[in-house]
């Protein structure tokens, strides 16, 4: 079993910021590459960024200058920080993995966390 844990979301003002978290755990031989997406109320899941184990970046414009994907292979972790966070990144935020268990790959996806940005 592999499960994906998110944490950090919560109500921020705009142009605050915000740190979200993602520990995979469980039955994990390595894990490729990483990311956030988000689903805001009536709209389709959207990637915000990825990363790939050897920390290459890519990230959508919208979030471009204002976030940072980053990692920490050792802890199976990844992490986004959010700065300058606008109402339009209200969402939910899910995790993703690409992670190889028993010789395999599968993706994988926590729970999701809400982000909510209003004053």
């Known amino acids: 079993q592999v499960q994906l844990v998110e944490s950090g979301g919560g109500l921020v003002q705009p142009g605050g910021s915000l740190r979200l978290s993602c520990a995979a755990s469980g039955s994990i031989f390595s894990i490729n590459t990483m990311g956030w997406y988000r689903q805001a109320p009536g709209k389709q899941r959207d990637l915000v960024a990825i990363i790939t184990r050897g920390a290459g970046t890519n990230y959508t414009d919208s979030v471009k200058g204002r976030f940072t994907i980053s990692r920490d292979n050792a802890k199976n972790t990844v992490y986004l920080q959010m700065n300058s966070l606008k109402p339009e990144d209200t969402a939910v935020y899910y995790c993703?993995?690409?992670?190889?268990?028993?010789?395999?790959?599968?993706?994988?996806w926590g729970q999701g966390t809400q982000v909510a940005v209003s004053s």
């Open positions: 993703y993995a690409r992670i190889v268990v028993l010789g395999r790959s599968y993706n994988y």
